[in-house]
């Protein structure tokens, strides 16, 4: 094998393995920095010995096995220096001596859920959300600082001392790198699907900029939510935000004309949504709920995906089903956003008065006193009842709340619309 051949496929392997290699080497050395050195270390140790002796018949478990050799030599150069300090040292000195001996002794392991422990770190309770998702795209995910930075529209300098103040913070709570158990497991699973969902909602509805969507933090949340599913196939929420995020995904190319404008759900060309997508995600459900979880609150949303996603047309769209959806959802998960959703569902399924006397209710919630979708709701509702004058101030009043150029755009035809 050709030397450029042989070092494209060093990093096409270390692009796959990455995440695997910094959750074993995180679990054993207990410090994820340096999990990221031995990961980084044991690259340079592949561009320099697989160009003479080509890529082995187990890429990743060379890899592994060259971190670990290393992280042993570490272990061994500073218990060999510390020992030279004086007595009192001298249980500093057994404590890294059973390091050694942990990471002699797993070596030859299989990683196991090492790499499903990593990702329940990086979402630890302890972080704040955005917090976890920077992290979480850093060590599983394998994207650089910059390219979070682009993803989230933010600062890379305040990106990176993001990730690093995430990663004292784990290390100050002594969070281990490992898969909880029992009722701990259920405690902290929603952690880390909110933090996918996160992901996945700031690529499908971007808050800020002048792009509608950004598809590849789509791709990463969606191969995250495979991850998951992989590890994790018996949890019914796990599969219903695999199964929500896949249907989502599918029309992603529709959400959007030509130009980048937005293209409502109601008008958009269903022959361009993704009928593999679409698939996937009605097979993850499917299984969610032969798992009994067909309550749970990312099984209830998926089912909602799926409504449109098995409509032909927008017309044929069951809505007093979304309707119902809707108030169970609102029963186990109950938030502002989900009641908002539900008096939308109920106008589409009962008539705009219905929507409007629900949005009402809304009018106080402190969590929706500046999220556009509130007013963008009632102009629709408003609209729909012949109310053009007061749906048209509506929609003006959503358009100044957004921070997406393309959204403001959409609002602002629906005002100038209503007639003057």
Same mark, same amino acid.
Not at 1 to 13: G, K, L, N, P
Not at 406 to 420: I, Q, S, T
């Given at each position: 094998? +050709? +030397? ?63 971190? *670990? ?14 020992? *030279? ?17 942990r990471i002699e002794a797993h ?14 770190? #990086? ?43 995430a990663k004292k913070a784990i290390? +100050? ?42 598809? #590849? ?16 196939? !018996? ?18 190319? +529709? ?109 106080? !919630? ?26 048209? !101030? ?7 709340l957004t921070g997406n150029r ?15």
């Open positions: 094998m +050709a +030397a450029d051949s042989t070092h494209r496929a060093i990093e096409a392997v270390y692009r796959i393995e990455r995440a695997r290699l910094i959750a074993g080497l995180a679990r054993l050395t207990r410090d994820v920095d340096r999990a990221e050195e031995l990961a980084q270390d044991a690259l340079l140790a592949a561009l320099a010995d697989w160009p003479r002796s080509g890529v082995p018949d187990r890429p990743g478990a060379w890899l592994m096995a060259a971190a *670990k050799r290393r992280a042993i030599d570490g272990f061994r150069r500073t218990a060999m220096q510390d020992r *030279k300090h004086a007595e009192i040292l001298r249980e500093q000195d057994d404590e890294r001596d059973r390091s050694v001996e070596i030859d392991d299989e990683l196991g859920d090492e790499l499903l422990g990593l990702m329940f770190a #990086a979402c630890h309770p302890v972080l704040s959300p955005e917090a976890r998702a920077a992290l979480t795209l850093r060590l599983v995910g394998g994207l650089t600082t910059a390219e979070i930075a682009r993803a989230f529209l933010s600062n890379e300098a305040a990106v990176a001392a993001r990730i690093t103040r290390a +100050a709570a002594g969070v281990r790198f490992e898969v909880p158990r029992g009722t701990e497991l259920a405690a902290r699973l929603p952690s880390v699907l909110a933090v996918v969902y996160l992901i996945f909602n700031e690529g499908y509805a971007a808050t800020a900029g002048d792009a509608l969507v950004r598809p #590849a933090l789509c791709g990463e949340a969606q191969r995250l939510g495979r991850i998951l599913a992989g590890l994790m196939p !018996a949890e019914p929420e796990v599969l219903g935000l695999l199964a929500l995020m896949e249907i989502q995904a599918s029309r992603l190319a +529709a959400r959007a004309g030509p130009d980048g404008a937005f293209i409502p759900l109601t008008e958009q060309n269903r022959g361009r949504w993704d009928r593999l997508l679409i698939g996937r995600g009605l097979a993850a459900l499917g299984r969610a709920e032969a798992l009994g979880g067909g309550d749970g609150p990312y099984v209830l949303q998926a089912a909602l995906a799926a409504c449109h996603a098995r409509a032909a047309c927008a017309e044929d769209t069951d809505w007093r089903r979304i309707a119902a959806l809707y108030d169970r959802l609102g029963q186990v998960m109950p938030s502002p956003v989900v009641a908002l959703n539900r008096a939308v569902a109920h106008s589409m399924a009962f008539g705009p008065e219905a929507g409007l006397a629900l949005l009402d209710a809304l009018g106080e !919630a402190a969590a929706l006193q500046t999220y556009a979708p509130l007013p963008a709701a009632r102009g629709d509702c408003l609209l729909r009842a012949g109310r053009r004058q007061e749906a048209r !101030a509506e929609f003006t009043a959503a358009a100044a393309r959204e403001r755009d959409f609002l602002l035809g629906r005002a100038a619309g209503c007639g003057p």
